[in-house]
């Protein structure tokens, strides 16, 4: 069985997703406050990494939980809902602009904006 990982083209794809997306999202005023002292070296790797292992190219992820990583954002800096969305819709235009698919965008939506992964990054 194929996993999304290599059905989106493995890690050069997500190496290239990630990098468009965050340029996105570096120029989206309803979210790019929340960058605003980031390493983004470091905040894109972390994203690859994350991403590799969420689309099954890997059985290991040793970054830190989405509820643990936010959690600062949400009761110092306001993260709500509409940020969430924010970031989930400029992740599904950058897909769409990398000719991805609309069957593996909506697996990839499914999976980022699964509800579970909302209440953990908003700490709810």
Known sequence: MTTLFDQLGGAAAVDLAVDKFYERVLQDDRI??????VDMAKQ???QKDFLTYAFGGTDKYDGRYMREAHQALVQNHGLKSEHFDAVAEDLMITLEELGVSEELRAQVAAIAAAPQHKRDVLNQ
């Open 32 to 37: 790019k406050h929340f960058f605003a002292n």
């Open 44 to 46: 894109r790797a972390h």
